[in-house]
């Protein structure tokens, strides 16, 4: 079958020299998928092309390892990462009431980004302090024993 | 000059998360500030346990406890406890009598604990190398490798009782006695520190506290069925934990105790970290091992069973977190020593997640055969707010509810079973009065809804199924025939499914079904929901002899449903009403009631 030959996108060194570290490991997939999102925050579908190449991995299959984990983004997300803690102890203490109130100030439900690129939103599972339930947090940064009352003035922070 | 004090630092996620970092510099500063940094020394360590209390801070050798501590709290900690040798005491820990309580063991929390895998979480730095080694670490290594033959070591395993913590509870030595028994020159030791289950931490814990145990544990695996490599498996969302093993690895490495010629013995041993990617059915043992091979994590039928056809076909022995920080301490005390602790089938400890509605949530480890009350009400100071103790759960997606009835069972693998709940990996959900049962179902099968591989049709198929029918009497369109097509899907489920994921999803309908029976007929006859949770059958309204007529309601109401006069009762239009509860909060007469 003819087939035009795609121009393949320049990674960066970093990227680079991590591929060439794992390319003869067995089962490098995954961490080299990991490694690409470190440095795009998203598998941006040219880079998965140029790491199909890379790896002589087809692209299908790594389309198919991406969607299966919840972890790899195949879209860009927001400028801030706003995450939801769904884990059980979150959820019995009202994490959905986040949820809303967030939804409330940005106008977002969760897997959304807002029109402007600012922010994402998503549920995750178990951030591990289940002590400080309900938890969010924003880029990382982690917000415990959260009332709905508290999420504009929280979020007002990164509106800026 | 000697140092008079260790400052100890809980480093542990949850702490961590209320900036325990600032803690540790603000700490570091002061005593450099008030010219004492020579007397005391700054140790960031593992959880503590306690996370209820946290950022918690512990000053030894009096071993004073201090929680809630701020950053700022580091200047009177240093200037009156480090100088002058007095405690401060608005920052020990206080119970409601008031009482202070000075030391760690005068609290009821620490008390009936017992801490094996946990030894040294909150007494060691894990980035520390030498403090894991002055704590006797590595010994056991050192003494299977020069003292013991593997057989020794299977054995010592198997008198020991020691049973898999990842949820099945099978039996440790077995699991190295077939991969041992398999000829072949490479085999694989597997770490599975992929803890899926929400709400659920203590590997996570565990990693970050002690990370040398495992590690340890792992390569006297692999001398003992003799393998060369091994792989930590563990979840991308722990980066703490990943970076504390990272560290770890490198130290043992410089050390000699990991690589090649460990000791000197002319063992070679290697261990790489591999990342999951957010799949919980990835702590399904052949899932977990495709993973690694870098596929879509779906299971596959056992046998053959990794032990024995693993990892690139290889065998593999796979043990979870909790499981590896056993090893070194059964090595080393002896199989009968261990023994000792537990009840006559599950010996040892467990370390649980307490969490959900209960005062000192935290991490706790607890000898086998404690009972459910000793540990909700005696460390956990029972449920918060004068509210009423339904059920707790035991875990998490796979497992089931017990309830007050039974406080008083012995907790061990067995005796969760016949209760239809299972011991898990170690998440203990303490629900109270205002958590629905059907509702709480309902959340669990969304996860496994969403976290099923789609492999076979039972998990797929079933599951989705059991959600509808969930939504359906949580929406206030159930039937009794609902109930009837759950418990026919659910036994499907467990008996058809390929993997745990898809056998044990169906456990929290058919548990709560089993206890919580009338509160699913309360959601089917009487549309509603005595918790008052399921928003869809909430009926808000005012009850005109309590109501003053106040008005503060009304103008609290995002709909601007509720109408009245001044000084007269107001009344709710149910229609309009969007069941926020923002009325009932308002409300300083207790004049709106749900129902």
């Given at each position: 079958m003819?087939?035009?030959?795609?121009?393949?996108t320049?990674?960066?060194?970093?990227?680079?020299?991590?591929?060439?570290?794992?390319?003869?490991?067995?089962?490098?997939l995954?961490?080299?998928?990991?490694?690409?999102q470190?440095?795009?925050r998203?598998?941006?579908?040219?880079?998965?092309?140029?790491?199909?190449?890379?790896?002589?991995?087809?692209?299908?299959?790594?389309?198919?390892?991406?969607?299966?984990?919840?972890?790899?983004?195949?879209?860009?997300?927001?400028?801030?990462?706003i995450?939801?803690?769904?884990g059980t102890?979150?959820?019995?203490?009202?994490?959905?009431?986040?949820?809303k109130?967030?939804?409330?100030?940005?106008?977002?439900?969760?897997?959304?980004?807002?029109?402007?690129?600012?922010?994402?939103?998503?549920?995750?599972?178990?951030?591990g302090?289940?002590?400080?339930?309900?938890?969010?947090?924003?880029?990382?940064?982690?917000?415990?024993?959260?009332?709905?009352?508290?999420?504009?003035?929280?979020?007002?922070k990164?509106?800026? | 000059?000697?140092?008079?004090?260790?400052?100890?630092?809980?480093?542990g996620?949850?702490?961590?998360?209320?900036?325990?970092?600032?803690?540790?510099?603000?700490?570091?500063?002061?005593?450099?500030?008030?010219?004492?940094?020579?007397?005391?020394?700054?140790?960031k360590?593992?959880?503590?346990?306690?996370?209820?209390?946290?950022?918690?801070?512990?000053?030894?050798p009096?071993?004073?406890?201090?929680?809630?501590?701020?950053?700022?709290?580091?200047?009177?900690?240093?200037?009156?406890?480090?100088?002058?040798?007095?405690?401060?005491?608005?920052?020990?820990?206080?119970?409601?009598?008031?009482?202070?309580h000075?030391?760690?063991?005068?609290?009821?929390?620490?008390?009936?604990?017992?801490?094996?895998?946990?030894?040294?979480?909150?007494?060691?730095?894990?980035?520390?190398?030498?403090?894991y080694?002055?704590?006797?670490?590595y010994?056991?290594?050192?003494?299977?490798?020069?003292?013991?033959?593997?057989?020794?070591?299977?054995?010592?395993?198997?008198?020991?009782?020691?049973r898999?913590?990842?949820?099945?509870?099978?039996p440790?030595?077995?699991?190295?006695?077939?991969?041992?028994?398999?000829?072949?020159?490479?085999?694989?030791?597997?770490?599975?520190?992929?803890?899926?289950?929400?709400?659920?931490?203590m590997?996570?814990?565990?990693?970050?506290?002690?990370p040398?145990?495992?590690?340890?544990?792992?390569?006297?695996?692999g001398?003992t069925?003799?393998?060369?490599r091994?792989?930590i498996?563990?979840?991308?969302?722990?980066?703490?934990?990943?970076?504390?093993?990272?560290?770890?690895?490198?130290?043992?490495?410089?050390?000699?105790l990991?690589?090649?010629?460990?000791?000197?013995?002319?063992?070679?041993?290697?261990?790489?970290?591999?990342?999951?990617?957010?799949?919980?059915?990835c702590?399904?043992?052949?899932?977990?091992?495709?993973?690694?091979?870098?596929?879509?994590?779906?299971?596959v039928?056992?046998?053959?069973?990794?032990?024995?056809?693993?990892?690139?076909?290889k065998?593999?022995?796979?043990?979870?977190?909790e499981?590896?920080?056993?090893?070194?301490?059964?090595?080393?005390?002896?199989?009968?020593?261990?023994a000792?602790?537990?009840?006559?089938?599950?010996?040892?400890?467990?370390?649980?997640?307490?969490?959900?509605?209960?005062?000192n949530?935290?991490?706790?480890?607890?000898?086998m055969?404690?009972?459910?009350?000793?540990?909700?009400?005696?460390?956990?100071?029972?449920?918060?707010?004068?509210?009423?103790?339904?059920?707790?759960?035991?875990?998490?997606p796979?497992?089931?509810?017990?309830?007050?009835?039974?406080?008083?069972?012995p907790?061990?693998?067995?005796?969760?079973?016949?209760?239809?709940?299972?011991?898990?990996?170690?998440?203990m959900?303490?629900?109270?009065?205002?958590?629905?049962?059907?509702?709480?179902?309902?959340?669990?099968?969304?996860?496994?809804?969403?976290e099923?591989?789609?492999k076979?049709?039972?998990?797929?198929v079933?599951?989705?199924?059991?959600?509808?029918?969930l939504?359906?009497?949580?929406?206030?369109?159930?039937?009794?025939?609902?109930?009837?097509?759950?418990?026919?899907?659910?036994?499907?489920?467990?008996?058809?499914?390929?993997?745990?994921?898809?056998?044990?999803?169906?456990?929290?309908?058919?548990?709560?079904?089993?206890?919580f029976?009338?509160?699913?007929?309360?959601?089917?006859?009487?549309?509603?929901?005595?918790?008052?949770?399921?928003?869809?059958?909430?009926?808000?309204?005012?009850?005109?002899?309590?109501c003053k007529?106040?008005?503060?309601?009304?103008?609290?109401?995002?709909?601007?449903?509720?109408?009245?006069?001044?000084?007269?009762?107001?009344?709710?239009?149910?229609?309009?009403?969007?069941?926020?509860g923002?009325?009932?909060?308002?409300?300083?007469?207790?004049?709106?009631?749900?129902?």
């Open positions: 003819p087939q035009s030959m795609p121009v393949l320049q990674l960066t060194p970093e990227l680079d020299s991590f591929i060439a570290e794992w390319r003869d490991k067995p089962g490098n995954i961490m080299v998928l990991h490694k690409v470190q440095v795009y998203y598998i941006p579908r040219d880079v998965a092309l140029t790491v199909s190449k890379k790896l002589d991995v087809p692209l299908a299959k790594i389309y198919g390892v991406m969607t299966f984990y919840h972890y790899f983004k195949l879209e860009k997300p927001g400028e801030n990462q995450s939801v803690c769904m102890a979150c959820y019995l203490k009202g994490g959905e009431d986040l949820l109130e967030i939804e409330r100030d940005i106008g977002i439900g969760v897997n959304a980004t807002t029109a402007d690129g600012k922010f994402s939103v998503q549920a995750v599972r178990c951030v302090c289940c002590g400080l339930a309900p938890v969010m947090t924003v880029n990382g940064e982690v917000y415990g024993s959260l009332t709905a009352s508290r999420i504009p003035e929280i979020l007002a990164y509106k800026k | 000059m000697k140092l008079k004090n260790y400052i100890l630092v809980c480093g996620t949850g702490c961590e998360s209320s900036k325990a970092d600032d803690i540790y510099r603000s700490f570091m500063k002061e005593l450099k500030d008030q010219k004492v940094d020579g007397e005391a020394q700054v140790i360590t593992g959880c503590f346990g306690f996370c209820e209390k946290g950022p918690i801070v512990k000053v030894l009096d071993d004073s406890f201090y929680v809630h501590v701020k950053a700022e709290d580091a200047k009177e900690i240093v200037a009156e406890h480090i100088i002058k040798g007095r405690q401060v005491s608005r920052l020990l820990y206080k119970k409601s009598d008031e009482k202070i000075t030391k760690i063991e005068d609290i009821d929390f620490y008390q009936k604990q017992v801490r094996v895998v946990l030894r040294n979480c909150g007494f060691i730095d894990p980035e520390n190398i030498n403090e080694i002055a704590r006797d670490g010994l056991a290594l050192e003494k299977a490798l020069f003292e013991m033959k593997p057989d020794d070591v299977i054995k010592e395993l198997e008198i020991s009782g020691l898999g913590r990842g949820g099945a509870g099978f440790t030595w077995r699991k190295w006695s077939f991969s041992k028994g398999v000829p072949g020159d490479q085999k694989f030791i597997v770490c599975n520190a992929d803890e899926g289950d929400p709400g659920a931490y590997d996570r814990s565990t990693l970050e506290g002690d040398h145990s495992v590690l340890e544990a792992m390569t006297i695996a001398h069925v003799g393998a060369n091994g792989f498996y563990i979840r991308a969302e722990y980066p703490l934990a990943i970076h504390r093993l990272e560290i770890a690895i490198g130290q043992a490495k410089e050390n000699g990991l690589g090649d010629d460990i000791l000197g013995s002319g063992f070679n041993f290697d261990i790489e970290i591999r990342l999951g990617a957010g799949a919980f059915v702590g399904e043992e052949t899932a977990l091992l495709a993973s690694i091979e870098g596929k879509r994590g779906m299971p039928p056992r046998p053959p069973f990794p032990a024995v056809k693993g990892l690139w076909g065998p593999t022995v796979i043990n979870n977190v499981t590896w920080a056993n090893i070194p301490v059964i090595i080393m005390k002896g199989g009968a020593w261990f000792k602790i537990g009840t006559e089938k599950s010996k040892g400890t467990k370390v649980f997640a307490l969490t959900g509605k209960i005062k949530s935290g991490l706790i480890e607890v000898p055969g404690i009972t459910l009350r000793e540990i909700i009400y005696e460390i956990g100071g029972g449920v918060p707010n004068g509210k009423k103790f339904k059920a707790v759960q035991t875990g998490g796979s497992g089931g509810v017990i309830t007050a009835d039974y406080l008083d069972t907790i061990d693998f067995d005796n969760l079973a016949k209760l239809g709940s299972i011991m898990g990996s170690g998440g959900i303490v629900m109270d009065e205002d958590d629905c049962m059907v509702d709480v179902t309902k959340f669990y099968l969304e996860f496994t809804v969403d099923s591989c789609g076979c049709s039972p998990c797929r079933g599951g989705r199924q059991l959600y509808n029918h939504e359906k009497i949580t929406n206030g369109e159930g039937t009794e025939e609902d109930i009837r097509k759950m418990r026919l899907i659910g036994k499907a489920m467990q008996k058809a499914s390929l993997c745990a994921l898809g056998q044990t999803a169906p456990n929290p309908v058919i548990s709560t079904l089993q206890y029976e009338s509160e699913y007929m309360a959601h089917i006859k009487e549309r509603r929901c005595p918790a008052g949770k399921c928003k869809k059958m909430l009926r808000y309204s005012i009850v005109p002899e309590k007529g106040c008005g503060l309601c009304a103008k609290k109401c995002p709909a601007g449903c509720i109408k009245g006069e001044i000084k007269k009762p107001y009344v709710i239009d149910s229609v309009a009403c969007v069941k926020c923002a009325c009932e909060e308002a409300c300083k007469f207790k004049a709106v009631v749900k129902n």
